[in-house]
């Protein structure tokens, strides 16, 4: 696949959509497990009502409501116990949400359900925030009771809200409330291997790959913890510590690799080195994190915390760096990165505000989710709005070699011969006719200035082009005895691209003389303190060379030419009936001219 065209990647987009509904229907109608009832659209009622009580050290029974949050230390095991309403049966289940809490389910003396409760391992390890769907078994009547314990203070003593239906009942609840999330990353994360992978295979030298695969490394990174983190993922595999540690761990190297991205932009030193910096100090972030949840050193919910204001306090100095070098380099690139970066930068400190409020599951990051959900379409545009680009300079230097090709042809032709020929005619009319004398002088010089524009490239001195300009200015002044013509040179002594100014010249003149007798036009050369300047002004109708040009693409070709080799800028300011003044801006080293 050598090039990428807007219809491959609406294929590629539809495949992706494709595989995420596909996998959303996958999971509801075979792999939910819903019982003999399977996927219904009933809501499960809540069963919060006059639940019994039992703390660890206590003789007394309590009745409370659900959900509620009660003063328990870290390790300490809550029990609560509910009779099964009277249109509970045999196919019943219920389903509750618990955070870093150890979970045992029990039916009468039976138990029948437990997460996060390991034969090696203490009750209070391993427990991770998430959904438990329970099939009870239960008939109307029998008790069902549940035990609670969190190794982590904060959430001790937090007893969520239960809910109970039938198991296709609950499951497509929880289908409802977290399908779009699982369905959306599902897709990001296809398109985004499939664009990767479609790389591997392109061959187009210009395209800088390492960069298209940092970047697309960071969005399957993204997609994935959204992906792995989502509770769907946690029913399809039935294993909430390995889903949630693999979110976990896509959360860590994010940054890792965002910021190996942005270090590809860096074309100066500086900025190089202090995304290095980042990246070493995110790098023993991931490390540490994953030995402390592993020796359980440290709260793991603290920790990523911890690490979301690490990841905000660094998107901060981002878009500080990024400001300065979009502004620096006027690369609109650059600038595209910015706000996407300032998004995500939105969303991770929406999120730092919102952890502090008891509402909000800031270990869930529905915000972040958000920010990176439209950060990571905002990146993905960027990078192969960037490779197609590539891929057009690499076509467009190729179209150009095959101009090179053609050029070597009109190189055998003998143009000494010609200009000889017509030196010796200027030499016999010299004595007899001083004006037919120039004019051969005149054409021949324009001659030999348009057969070597035909291969010749490269960058001359504009006292150079500027002789040719003269020798075209002056077959024009014979053919149009009314035109006035001005040539201005003070400043010759700077470089420019071979063949570009002259043809500026002929549609200024073609201006001129097309509506008035009396054209005049002025060609003059000046210094300012950032640039060179070649000023071309005629006294036409006013039109712009966009419009007036031989060709449209003509004039672009030129501003392309003038702005890639020696970062030239062309203004034009035109009035109707009056004439316009086209300037042609060279930036001397060190400067650049801005839009």
Known sequence: MNERRFRQLNILT???????????????????????????FRTPKKLDDTWVLYRQGESDEQIIDLPTKLKAKKGEIITIAHQMPED?????????????QNVIVSIGDRRVYESGVLADNKMTKNAVPGYHVVDIDARAGETVTIQLASAYGRYSGRIPGIYYGSRGDIVSWLIRRNGIPFVVSLMILVLTILLGVSLLFMTNENI?????????????????WIFFGNTMMQLLTKNQFATYMASQIFLLLMPLLYFMYLRSFAMKRRYAKIFEILIYVYAVNFLTGIVFQLVGVCDFASYMFFTKILIMVGLLLLCLIMYLAADTYADKSIYSNFWANVILTGSCLVEFILHFFRFYKSYQ?????????????????????????EMNAERDAALSSVGHEKSQAVRTINTALIYRALNTAITDLKTHDQSNSRLIYDTSMFMQHNMDAVYKQGLVSFDTELSYIRAYLGMQKRIHPGLEVLVE???????????????????????AVETKQDGKVVVRSYERLDCFAIQIVDNGNGVSPVKKFRAKQDFRGLQKQLKSSVGALIEVRTKPDKGTILTVKIPKQGYVIKE
């Open 88 to 100: 509970a049966g045999e196919d019943s289940a219920i389903c509750f949400y618990t955070e870093f």
């Open 14 to 40: 539809i495949i992706a959509v494709a595989v995420g509904v596909g996998m959303m229907l996958f999971f509801a109608f075979v792999v939910s497990d819903g019982g003999n009832q399977k996927i219904s």
């Open 489 to 511: 040179d003070k400043v010759t002594e700077f470089k420019v691209p071979y063949n570009t100014i002259e043809p500026l010249v002929e549609n200024a003149v073609e201006a």
């Open 208 to 224: 800088n790959k390492q960069k298209a695969a940092y970047g697309f490394g960071f969005i399957v990174f993204a997609a994935a």
């Open 365 to 389: 990051g529905v915000v972040l989710q958000i920010g990176l959900f439209v950060f990571a379409v905002l990146l993905m545009i960027s990078i192969e709005k960037t490779v197609i680009q």
